[in-house]
């Protein structure tokens, strides 16, 4: 996120911006923005967090942050956050705990069948490669806690001008904030409890993330006397910052990590950020909060605001129960959507997402099989039309692996990976009957 906010810093500098400045802190108590009590959340975790709690010169270097974060997103806290110091260890320890060996194993077996994760990756030490260099502090909503790491604590008290390491830092724990702004007024702990498709969480994750990027980059427009909509206003060239200063991802662990890996942990700030500032451009605020209440449902709907503001959703694919696959020995894995911004990265077959590879995404319904050690996969998918169709199989059919099919009927094309020809027969047969039910386009 420092790639964009420097991008964003030079484009304060020919507005005349000033320097961002700590204010005092505010207190936590304030009526509720959101315009009245979301439904009652369950109360923190009671468990011991790692770290240590803020020395009283690390409480004052905070709170400017906790009332520019209020002062940027519009929303006054309801509670005061706690605070915990943890150094990097301690926030490595915390990621892996979060990762179950089943969800995860079961979570590598299904994208391998895909070909979009090696076989032999250690996904649990490449995440924690990943997160452990990239995260510079969190907020906890089952504990309602506000972690920082301890060097960047330390380190924020010497911002100084413009877009420093410091600055940038500070930047971030105001992201954070705005993180605990939203358990607070939008229910972000709820949200993130429901039962969400890869394509759905991916979405959700995207409105979370954007909203706080946008905020981030809000606290240097405000620091400048800009206001945020200066840039929101016209979100092309917001865009136009963010491709200038992007560059390579940042982090060694990040720009190795494969891109079923990289490229959505990035789309859910670049790409929410994005989406929230065509929001924020049209409604202020107030239109963001509303992408809490109203989840977009699927991520063509953030790598497309248009098709959001349309309404415009997913169509649903239903996979056929397929016995015959059962009966073989296979067993289901899991079954999932992936949606346009995964189905991107399955087509770039290896490389960072082509933005336009999924354009024209109808839905789709990928079954993973399993059979001893082997894996398989059946993936429907529906296009706009059959142009789009015919440009998917085309995409489809590049380097394809040994026992990979690729269909096409209408605007439905099939892929299947891991079956023998009997089996894949079968599920080609089942595809073609699906295919000729959807409706015309």
Not at 4 to 13: D, E, M, P, Q, T
Not at 210 to 220: F, R, S
Not at 339 to 348: D, I, K, P, R, T
């Amino acid at each position: 996120m420092r790639q964009a906010l420097g991008a964003v810093a030079l484009w304060l500098a020919g507005c005349g911006g000033a320097s961002p400045q700590a204010t005092a802190t505010s207190g936590p108590e304030a009526a509720d923005g959101s315009g009245g009590e979301h439904a009652a959340r369950s109360e923190p975790e009671t468990r011991p967090i790692a770290g240590r709690a803020p020395t009283a010169s690390e409480r004052r270097t905070i709170g400017p942050f906790v009332e520019t974060a209020e002062r940027v997103r519009g929303l006054r806290f309801l509670r005061e956050v706690p605070v915990r110091v943890q150094t990097g260890a301690e926030i490595t320890d915390f990621v892996r705990g979060t990762m179950e060996p089943e969800p995860l194993e079961r979570a590598r077996r299904f994208y391998v069948a895909l070909g979009m994760l090696p076989p032999d990756l250690d996904v649990e030490t490449m995440l924690l490669s990943v997160m452990g260099e990239q995260i510079v502090g969190y907020y906890d909503p089952e504990r309602d806690t506000m972690v920082v790491r301890d060097d960047i604590l330390a380190g924020l008290g010497r911002r100084g001008g413009g877009p420093t390491e410091e600055a940038e830092s500070a930047a971030v724990l105001v992201h954070e904030y705005v993180h605990a702004l939203q358990d607070q007024h939008l229910g972000l702990s709820a949200l993130l409890e429901r039962e969400r498709s890869i394509d759905e969480d991916n979405a959700l994750a995207s409105v979370v993330e954007g909203d706080a990027t946008l905020a981030m980059i809000g606290t240097l427009t405000d620091a400048a006397g800009v206001p945020l909509r200066a840039l929101t206003s016209d979100p092309s060239r917001l865009g136009a910052l963010l491709d200038a200063g992007l560059g390579s991802p940042r982090g060694e662990a990040l720009a190795s990590a494969p891109p079923i890996v990289r490229v959505p942990l990035l789309s859910r700030y670049f790409d929410g950020l994005m989406m929230c500032a065509t929001v924020h451009g049209a409604a202020g605020w107030s239109g963001v909060d509303g992408l809490h209440r109203a989840v977009p449902t699927t991520t063509e709907q953030v790598l497309h605001p248009e098709r959001l503001a349309r309404g415009e959703g997913g169509e649903p694919v239903t996979l056929p129960a397929m016995p015959e696959l059962e009966a073989a020995g296979w067993t289901v894995l899991d079954e999932d959507t992936l949606g346009e911004l995964e189905l991107s990265v399955f087509l770039g077959r290896g490389a960072d997402r082509d933005r336009a590879a999924g354009e024209g995404w109808g839905g789709d319904r990928v079954r993973v099989y399993v059979r001893g050690e082997a894996q398989a996969a059946v993936w429907f998918t529906s296009w706009d039309d059959e142009a789009e169709a015919v440009e998917a199989e085309q995409a489809m059919r590049r380097t394809p692996r040994a026992a990979e099919r690729v269909r096409r009927a209408g605007r439905g094309v099939l892929f299947v990976a891991g079956l023998d020809d009997a089996l894949a027969a079968i599920v080609e047969s089942a595809f073609i009957g699906w295919s000729a039910s959807l409706p015309p386009r």
